[in-house]
């Protein structure tokens, strides 16, 4: 898990935009404009966790991704995660704020996949809009979503 989480959000860290709660209760990777996750990484990982039926369906999950990336400059939102003992005291909602804030600054938008449909309100009640589903033979869906600049 923690390659997976290094090779999806990673570079946040390079770039100054882990954002943290105290403690480490809460976490949101964001990559900056023009940042990537670590595909080669992520091809890697894939390779040795799953199997080959598996990997097929993975490969057009994240082709599907790759097609729903806004082309104009954006925040991309890989991770965010609260500790369960701390789910519903707002954190999330902290991080995403601040984050956002910053989107709104630079006059950009933010873009994410929910892979959670239980999440999708969260993202909504922050402005993001769905955009599509990704979804392939065995897999769960993945939602696309978009917030445009405020």
Not at 43 to 51: E, G, P, T
Not at 66 to 76: D, I, K, R, T
Not at 115 to 121: A, D, F, K, R
Request: negative net charge; aromatic residues 8%; charged residues 20%.
């Amino acid at each position: 898990m923690t390659q997976f989480i290094k090779a999806c959000g990673g570079r946040a860290f390079e770039h100054g935009t882990a954002y943290v709660t105290g403690e480490t209760r809460a976490a949101a990777l964001w990559l900056p404009p023009g940042v990537q996750q670590d595909e080669d990484a992520l091809d890697a990982i894939m390779a040795l966790s799953l199997r080959p039926e598996i990997s097929e369906h993975m490969a057009h999950l994240r082709q599907g991704m790759a097609e729903h990336h806004p082309s104009e400059p954006h925040w991309y939102l890989p991770l965010i995660a609260v500790d369960p003992n701390w789910a519903g005291q707002g954190l999330g909602t902290l991080l995403m704020k601040y984050a956002l804030q910053r989107c709104d600054e630079q006059g950009l938008a933010a873009y994410l996949e929910s892979s959670n449909p239980e999440n999708i309100p969260f993202y909504q009640r922050h402005g993001f809009k769905i955009i599509g589903e990704i979804q392939h033979g065995c897999s769960p869906p993945l939602t696309p979503m978009l917030r445009k600049t405020r």
